[in-house]
């Protein structure tokens, strides 16, 4: 049976950065992000007997290789819940997202196709199942299972059972905003898998980051919950710094920024200076993700645009979580 869904992206405002099992994505901190209207993966999956092995299209091309190897591993996954080990898909993707350069494209990317695939070798699951399953195809594809806020839950389990996302609140709770702030489309040069093992294995500021995860995880949801925006702000930039700080500290040691990286989070503090009610946070590449409220909407753009070096702003408000078609 053919099925399609459609998956957004999100951003961590809480930040998941390191494993404590590699092959099941097993996180060493629950972490918590806000699922992006802006950007997202539409992907159909079509289980047919007549098939002897998978195939995978990405926008209108014929993908092979790395990427070929993740999505087949993860229909094994799917494959072997449903025991249906000999049953063959196709795969066709259209990804709206800017692959490794900062934004969570395998987010949406999995949670699509976990949903499709599901769907189509007739697997009855709840978001739940559905979400721990996403996340041994890639971990923050978890959370895109909701809209709004989620978390993920870290878990303790050796097997990965208690280790998926919740909802934290739902869409309409807030109106918050995020502007994505592209200023390069390149492939990374440090993936965010190599670069959680470098600096969990190297970093000497790493367990200082994992010891403060619980508090702002805390006051993070006491934040939306009161919808209290500078509270919500002022934690995900210092937790997003907290989290750079640790690759700065591996080794050898890197950075996912560039100098226009710089340049824009001076542009957002200035902003704030100004009166304008804007925070920053960023994932493992350059771009920038500019948090801010709807009255600040024009403002918010207009500054970032005149920032040199930012190539286009995308703005977003809360998305919703995985559809079916």
């Not at 950007?39 to 070929?68: A, K």
Request: aromatic letters at 8%; proline letters at 3%; hydrophobic letters at 35%.
């Amino acid at each position: 049976m053919k099925a399609t869904a459609t998956a957004h992206t999100n951003i961590a405002l809480i930040k998941y950065w390191g494993k404590r099992n590699e092959s099941l994505i097993l996180p060493t901190n629950s972490s918590l992000s806000l699922t992006l209207d802006g950007f997202r993966t539409t992907t159909t999956v079509d289980f047919r007997d007549e098939l002897s092995q998978d195939t995978f299209t990405l926008n209108d091309e014929i993908i092979s290789g790395e990427q070929y190897n993740r999505v087949t591993a993860f229909l094994d996954l799917i494959r072997r819940s449903a025991g249906k080990n000999n049953l063959y898909a196709a795969v066709q993707s259209i990804n709206e997202v800017p692959t490794a350069a900062g934004f969570a494209s395998s987010a949406s990317g999995f949670a699509a196709l976990a949903a499709a695939g599901s769907k189509s070798i007739g697997l009855q699951v709840t978001d739940q199942e559905l979400s721990r399953l996403t996340r041994q195809g890639s971990g923050s594809a978890c959370r895109s299972i909701y809209g709004g806020f989620a978390e993920w839950k870290m878990g303790e389990q050796a097997d990965g059972s208690d280790s998926f996302a919740v909802p934290v609140a739902p869409t309409e709770h807030w109106d918050i905003r995020v502007a994505a702030v592209i200023l390069s489309d390149t492939m990374k040069k440090v993936s965010s898998r190599e670069g959680m093992k470098r600096t969990v294995e190297t970093s000497p500021f790493y367990s200082g980051w994992i010891d403060s995860i619980p508090s702002d995880m805390e006051q993070m949801k006491k934040g939306i919950a009161n919808r209290d925006f500078e509270k919500v702000g002022k934690i995900a930039e210092a937790n997003c710094l907290k989290m750079h700080a640790t690759t700065l500290g591996a080794n050898p040691p890197f950075t996912y920024w560039l100098d226009t990286t710089l340049a824009v989070m001076q542009t957002v503090r200035s902003m704030r200076d100004k009166g304008i009610a804007a925070y920053f946070t960023i994932d493992a590449g350059p771009n920038v993700k500019v948090l801010y409220l709807p009255e600040d909407e024009k403002n918010v753009e207009k500054t970032l645009r005149e920032t040199p070096g930012v190539t286009d702003v995308i703005l977003s408000k809360s998305g919703q979580g995985v559809t079916y078609y």
